[in-house]
């Protein structure tokens, strides 16, 4: 990967999670991929919403219960 310059500047904490989330859609486009899949936690509503705000949709879930004996 070519060395690239980096201008930081001042965000909101949820910037930084669209900033980033964008850098790796950027980066996964680069290398030729065509989707970009991501493992959230079920009760992260914040995250959640966020990646649905950027265009992301539930592709699959996976649901556990712990069992007693």
């Avoid at 930084?16 to 850098?23: I, K, N, P």
């Avoid at 065509?34 to 649905?52: C, H, P, Q």
């Avoid at 949709?57 to 712990?66: A, F, H, N, W």
Wanted: aromatic share 4%; glycine share 6%; no cysteine.
């Amino acid at each position: 990967m070519d060395a690239q310059k980096v201008t930081l500047r001042k965000m909101a904490p949820s910037e930084y999670d669209v900033a980033t989330l964008a850098a790796a859609e950027e980066l996964v486009a680069r290398e030729g991929k065509t989707s970009l899949n991501l493992n959230v936690v079920g009760d992260n509503e914040k995250a959640i919403a966020m990646y649905r705000r950027n265009g992301h949709g539930v592709s699959s879930m996976y649901l556990s219960k712990s069992v007693q004996r």
